[in-house]
């Protein structure tokens, strides 16, 4: 079992910044990957990033060079550095935690960006 805990969501004016962490507790040397989707109303979930064991990284096109997902292995947390934030980025944000062919959820934080 993973456990996911979301903090850093909040109100943001279009331009501004914001960084959600993600927590992870339990069973966390099974995760492959972690990932940052998001879900805005009406919408489907959609992935914004993921990070696997290995490094390796990849962004939705939508948030290339203005989103960065990193890692603190020491931690056990993993961030979303939001920048350039835009009002079509306005959505709950879930991590996400890969273990084989399960993904474990977080619980969501909201991030609403004004115009």
């Known amino acids: 079992q993973v456990q996911l805990v979301e903090s850093g969501g909040g109100l943001v004016q279009a331009g501004g910044s914001l960084r959600l962490s993600c927590a992870l507790s339990?069973?966390?040397?099974?995760?492959?990957?972690m990932g940052w989707y998001r879900q805005a109303p009406g919408k489907q979930r959609e992935l914004v990033a993921r990070?696997?064991?290995?490094?390796?990284?990849n962004y939705a096109d939508s948030v290339k060079g203005r989103f960065t997902i990193s890692r603190d292995n020491a931690k056990n947390t993993v961030y979303l550095q939001m920048d350039s934030l835009k009002p079509e980025d306005t959505a709950v944000y879930y991590c996400?935690?890969?273990?084989?062919?399960?993904?474990?959820w977080g619980q969501g934080t909201q991030v609403t960006v004004s115009s």
């Open positions: 996400a935690g890969e273990v084989a062919v399960s993904v474990y």
């Open positions: 339990g069973n966390r040397f099974s995760i492959n990957a």
């Open positions: 990070i696997t064991n290995l490094g390796r990284i």
